[in-house]
């Protein structure tokens, strides 16, 4: 009980209070409490989600004060933890009446406005309490959150520096404009804004985690380290920060280090499934796939639905050459998030090595319906089509794809190549002057797919007419 103090109250004289209250409850005595000391033990059950103690102190002390509205008000807020958002609205309503400058009750309202998703009237109310408030940086913060969870980014931030120029101490605000920063893109502004904050208070272990977090948006990562050994150097059990170091690090390719650090977050916090995932990740970028399945096993014990690790168990099979065992693990990652394009990718990569030729089509195509961002899907879909001697619907799936990615040289390399062997030279050619256009290099992968060409005289005098040609 030691770590809650109220306002008003010593943590000593809060812990006494605290005590004659449950033993209270326990006998069925009656003891006298001020209004003060309800208000904070009320809190105290709150904030522990004991909710059926909070409702005896709140029945017990609206009893004996039954016109506090300050007493209402903690009523209105355990009504909304029971989802009775209208009856605590109602309530509060009343309390409005007689007591409109209370800067709790609009900090209320506004908080049951947000658990039902209706911002703009959260927010309205947050307004109302600002002038009224002895707290205008939790004020600000509680807006700038609004802002932020409708998606307007630039209004939070303006709101939570806001809440950092009151109160320059508020790790709250602190931690959500680099949210704020990541959403509008301005990592340059955070890193400034971090660096004049650290300045001022070169102590404060958030600012150095936020500018490594700002490092590594830009993949600065070398510097992200070097911020977060800072904050681990002010608050040597700051987990996060381990993780987001070791994170860094395995950018870098430094996995060893990587998989220390991560470990040593074990010694501050729980073990987290998420962070045997990453141990795994380096194992596997390492290719200790042994250790490596290791750790993504100990990450689906900690949580079975880590749909991540169960892909990593499918690749690294496939990598040991245990293809078949493989697609268990696949399948099942596919199960727990059926909408991951990359899921199904390798899924389809694995079920073109057993030779399903028709599975493996279909969940390419699964992949291309899920919006899949880059263009590989197409060249490997295009292959899977043209080993199975469909050379039209080949052709069709690399159309589809330089539609898609119109500066991706690799397709028109490919279709170049398509166009040739169907006999087709001079379409051929045309897609074989576009793709050296784009990238003169990527020329030696169409030889290396087709290496007649270069018994091709045409082929190669077009190839060699690019060699030299300026940017």
């Given at each position: 009980m030691s770590e809650f103090e109220g306002d008003g109250l010593s943590s000593q004289d809060f812990?006494?209070?605290?005590?004659?209250?449950?033993?209270?409850?326990?006998?069925?005595?009656?003891?006298?409490?001020?209004?003060?000391?309800?208000?904070?033990?009320?809190?105290?059950?709150?904030?522990?989600?004991?909710?059926?103690?909070?409702?005896?102190?709140?029945?017990?002390?609206?009893?004996?004060?039954?016109?506090?509205?300050?007493?209402?008000?903690?009523?209105?807020?355990?009504?909304?933890?029971q989802h009775k958002t209208h009856e605590a609205l109602?309530?509060?309503?009343?309390?409005?009446?007689?007591?409109?400058?209370?800067?709790?009750?609009?900090?209320?309202?506004?908080?049951?406005?947000?658990?039902?998703?209706?911002?703009?009237?959260?927010?309205?109310?947050?307004?109302?309490?600002?002038?009224l408030s002895e707290y205008k940086d939790e004020v600000y913060v509680a807006i700038g959150i609004e802002f932020l969870n409708d998606d307007q980014a630039e209004d939070a931030l303006y709101y939570l520096k806001k809440a950092i120029k009151v109160n320059s101490d508020n790790d709250v605000a602190l931690n959500e404009l680099s949210l704020c920063y990541e959403m509008t893109g301005k990592s340059e502004e955070a890193i400034s804004f971090y660096e004049n904050y650290i300045d001022e208070k070169p102590y404060n272990h958030f600012a150095w985690f936020n500018l490594g977090i700002s490092y590594n948006r830009l993949s600065l990562f070398e510097k992200a380290i070097d911020a977060y050994d800072y904050a681990i150097a002010i608050k040597d059990n700051f987990s996060s920060a381990y993780f987001n170091k070791a994170n860094s690090l395995a950018q870098l390719d430094r996995y060893l280090e990587a998989i220390e650090v991560y470990k040593e977050t074990f010694k501050h916090e729980e073990p987290d499934a998420n962070t045997y995932y990453y141990i795994g990740e380096c194992y596997e970028n390492l290719t200790q796939y042994e250790e490596a399945l290791v750790n993504y096993n100990r990450a689906i014990k900690l949580d079975a639905a880590h749909a991540d690790a169960w892909l990593g168990i499918g690749i690294v099979l496939d990598?040991?050459?245990?293809?078949?065992?493989?697609?268990?693990?696949?399948?099942?990652?596919?199960?727990?998030?059926?909408?991951?394009?990359?899921?199904?990718?390798?899924?389809?990569?694995?079920?073109?090595?057993?030779?399903?030729?028709?599975?493996?089509?279909?969940?390419?195509?699964?992949?291309?319906?899920?919006?899949?961002?880059?263009?590989?899907?197409?060249?490997?879909?295009?292959?899977?089509?043209?080993?199975?001697?469909?050379?039209?619907?080949?052709?069709?799936?690399?159309?589809?794809?330089?539609?898609?990615?119109?500066?991706?040289?690799?397709?028109?390399?490919?279709?170049?190549?398509?166009?040739?062997?169907?006999?087709?030279?001079?379409?051929?050619?045309?897609?074989?002057?576009?793709?050296?256009?784009?990238?003169?290099?990527?020329?030696?992968?169409?030889?290396?797919?087709?290496?007649?060409?270069?018994?091709?005289?045409?082929?190669?005098?077009?190839?060699?007419?690019?060699?030299?040609?300026?940017?």
């Open positions: 812990e006494k209070s605290l005590k004659r209250f449950e033993d209270m409850i326990s006998s069925g005595s009656q003891q006298f409490f001020d209004a003060d000391e309800l208000e904070e033990i009320i809190d105290y059950y709150m904030q522990w989600f004991n909710l059926e103690l909070a409702k005896k102190a709140l029945d017990f002390a609206l009893d004996h004060y039954p016109y506090s509205s300050s007493l209402k008000i903690k009523l209105a807020q355990y009504l909304s933890s109602s309530l509060l309503n009343d309390v409005e009446q007689v007591e409109s400058n209370n800067a709790e009750l609009y900090m209320t309202r506004g908080y049951i406005y947000s658990q039902m998703g209706l911002s703009e009237q959260a927010i309205q109310n947050y307004k109302k309490a600002l002038p990598y040991q050459n245990r293809i078949t065992e493989s697609i268990h693990y696949i399948k099942k990652a596919i199960e727990i998030n059926p909408n991951m394009p990359e899921y199904w990718y390798v899924f389809g990569e694995v079920q073109h090595k057993l030779g399903f030729l028709e599975e493996a089509a279909s969940a390419y195509q699964r992949v291309i319906e899920l919006g899949y961002n880059e263009f590989d899907v197409f060249i490997d879909y295009a292959k899977l089509l043209y080993d199975g001697g469909y050379y039209k619907d080949c052709e069709k799936v690399l159309a589809e794809g330089i539609q898609k990615f119109p500066d991706a040289p690799e397709l028109y390399y490919r279709m170049s190549g398509l166009q040739m062997e169907l006999g087709r030279k001079q379409e051929g050619m045309v897609f074989l002057e576009n793709a050296l256009e784009m990238d003169y290099d990527k020329h030696s992968d169409l030889l290396e797919y087709l290496p007649i060409l270069e018994q091709d005289v045409a082929v190669m005098q077009l190839i060699h007419s690019f060699k030299n040609k300026p940017l």
